[in-house]
């Protein structure tokens, strides 16, 4: 069978103490299961013995495969499964083993010469029983070892393992996180790290390896963070991490904080609707400890820029993807009117190629949720590269763009679990109105203003507990248009960036095609799409464009399309032109987003569950996109 290429972002699990390691694996992959869930499986290894259980499909379907078929032992290793090329089979789902069943392993990342390294190993008269680039990282770390062995090497010596290892990685491209056990010493787990994220939770002699911290919770929150090109052994005798050119590390403990706790549904059906309803919370730490009300500015702990430095800023360049890219480009509009400094949003899958000519006065902000997104990553090791000053706009705490970037601000909005990132998207918004606050009162914007601006941010969290309550609206519209196949999604100014979420919501949930555009393009090709069967979600509270928005509402109107309204608190004249309104509280224009995007995340929530979708885990997608 030809080896296809498989693309994985994926979710790591290993342990290695004085407990059942599968009880431990199926808890961690259950919380790392928003990372993919082609597929599960485990592997533990116990007196010299490897047993792997593995199979196509969620967690739920590997727990009941252990509950018939149970595991013993108190060191293994766990992976749950995205991939985009590769069939998603049992045969396919790791851990995979060697040919000789001395070593197995997981992997989260991509190695592009796997083509080459197999067929250098079938030569060798190796076979193979999958068609993943993984099991060929298996085979030349069987391979390697075999050598070592015939050379004179002990089979139970860790340092045979260690070499195995690394010859193996020496001969890698591409990107891995690796979990990896040896039968034959069978007290320690082994990981290595290049572009794809691992954690080690430090325990009461036990020790959990993780592509996050999730898995961790509740077992401890002391965590050594991996850096690319390192390698560790993980044992009940203590833990060693080795860098490729630097030997021997010291290793970093650093404590979780305790927002990184709450992982648990609660009385919420799904993750997405939870960290809808946690925004007025989210966006209330979003900005504490963050006003100055003496100073009528914003303070930031971590940008590590001085005020001469960001002073002489003349532009600045916000990179990211999806959401977070929707959530810079209000960022743009805030940050023009109220700082006046140019800004532009690029997709950091773009930045990262381009060779765009930033200047010494130019600052880079890298917008993620994750922190761990790999196009965006790469933007930010581009930009600093060439000597530009990137921070971070992130939520994850210790992940690899929060740890590489030259300083930042953290959004504290807690874990997103939910595919489809809502709350995430409202703290970015509220963190880049505090920044251009920031940025204007160091500028010409006066205390007046920004008492002003301060007074409507601090409004805001109540503001959005009252939007929530649009909630029953919600719920009766997309019972009208749940069966549509097209939606337009239309808005102005602040509201174009929210229109085109609210279309990226619909899209990635309930799978219906959606559009979003600024509500005066219609008019230039999209307004073609119209008919009885396309509603129009319109985004049009009160400020300064309503009139405009209005006449493009009525465009759509005078064609027959049916429109639902974002709309202003009792908006007569919109009740009269429109099928459905939807009302959300009146704020100051440049805070719009944070209210006109809840009803557009909760109806995008509402049209999957009649449609019968998965919420939390929408077909084809993960959490953490980190491939390319
Ligand atoms: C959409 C969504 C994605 C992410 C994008 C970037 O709901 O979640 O579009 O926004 O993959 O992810 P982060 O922000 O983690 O870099």
Wanted: proline share 4%.
């Amino acid at each position: 069978m030809d080896l296809l290429r498989a693309l994985i972002m994926c979710g790591i699990v290993g342990y290695v103490g004085h407990r059942p390691a599968s009880d431990l694996l199926l808890d961690g992959l259950s919380r790392l299961e928003y990372r993919g869930y082609d597929s599960a499986g485990i592997a533990v290894v116990e007196d010299r013995e490897i047993a792997v259980r593995k199979r196509r499909g969620r967690v739920a379907g590997l727990i009941e495969l252990i509950e018939s078929h149970p595991v013993e032992g108190s060191i293994g290793i766990g992976h749950t499964r995205w991939a985009t090329h590769g069939d998603p089979s049992d045969v396919n789902s790791h851990p995979h083993l060697d040919e000789s069943g001395r070593v197995v392993l997981v992997h989260n990342g991509v190695i592009e010469n796997h083509d080459r390294l197999k067929a250098r190993l079938s030569e060798t008269g190796c076979g193979f029983r999958s068609s993943t680039d993984t099991e060929v990282v298996a085979q030349l770390i069987g391979w390697h070892l075999e050598q070592l062995i015939e050379s004179g090497h002990a089979a139970d010596d860790p340092e045979t393992c260690w070499s195995a290892l690394r010859a193996t990685l020496d001969e890698l491209e591409g990107t891995y996180g690796l979990g990896v056990l040896f039968r034959d010493c069978p007290g320690h787990l082994w990981a290595a790290r290049c572009g794809s994220p691992l954690v080690i939770g430090v325990g009461d002699q036990e020790y959990f390896l993780a592509s996050d911290t999730s898995p961790l919770i509740g077992y401890t929150r002391d965590v050594v963070y991996l850096d690319d090109h390192d390698t560790a052994r993980l044992g009940r005798d203590g833990l060693e991490v080795r860098h490729r050119d630097a030997g021997t590390r010291d290793v970093a403990v650093q404590t979780i904080q305790d927002e990184a706790v709450d992982v648990e549904l609660g009385e919420f059906p799904h993750y997405m609707l939870k960290e809808i309803y946690e925004q007025p919370d989210s966006i209330r730490s979003a900005m504490r400890g963050r006003m100055d009300g003496d100073d009528a500015t914003a303070v930031f702990g971590g940008l590590n820029a001085d005020a001469g430095e960001l002073r002489r800023i003349d532009r600045i360049v916000l990179t990211a993807c999806g959401t977070s890219w929707h959530a810079g480009l209000v960022g743009e509009y805030l940050i023009e009117e109220f700082a006046r400094i140019p800004t532009e949003v690029e997709y950091a899958s773009e930045l990262r190629y381009r060779n765009a000519p930033l200047t010494d006065t130019t600052m880079v902000f890298a917008i993620t949720q994750s922190g761990e997104t790999a196009d965006t990553l790469a933007a930010v090791r581009e930009c600093r590269r060439k000597g530009h000053k990137t921070l971070a706009i992130c939520n994850t705490v210790g992940s690899t763009i929060a740890r590489e970037a030259d300083g930042g601000i953290y959004l504290h909005a807690g874990p997103e679990i939910g595919v489809a990132s809502t709350k995430a998207f409202t703290s970015q918004v509220t963190v880049l109105a505090l920044l251009a606050l920031y940025l204007g009162r160091m500028r010409h914007m006066s205390f007046r203003a920004g008492e002003a601006f301060l007074e409507s941010l601090e409004a805001m969290p109540e503001l959005v507990a009252r939007t929530l309550e649009c909630h029953d609206t919600v719920r009766e519209v997309a019972r009208r248009f749940a069966d549509c196949g097209n939606f337009l999604y239309l808005g102005r100014q602040y509201n174009f960036p929210v229109a085109l979420e609210g279309a990226l919501k619909l899209k990635e949930i309930s799978y219906i095609h959606a559009e979003g555009y600024p509500a005066a393009e219609m008019k230039h090709g999209p307004i073609a799409l119209v008919d009885e069967r396309t509603p129009s979600v319109f985004v049009t509270p009160r400020g300064g464009v309503y009139e405009k928005v209005v006449s493009n509402l009525e465009e759509i109107k005078a064609r027959g399309g049916p429109v639902i309204a974002i709309a202003g608190p009792d908006d007569e004249r919109i009740a009269g032109l429109v099928d459905e309104v939807i009302p959300v509280p009146d704020v100051p224009e440049f805070l719009q987003p944070l209210v006109t995007s809840i009803p557009l995340q909760l109806l995008a929530y509402e049209v999957a569950l009649l449609r019968g979708c998965d919420v939390d885990r929408p077909r084809n997608l993960a959490k953490s996109v980190t491939v390319e």
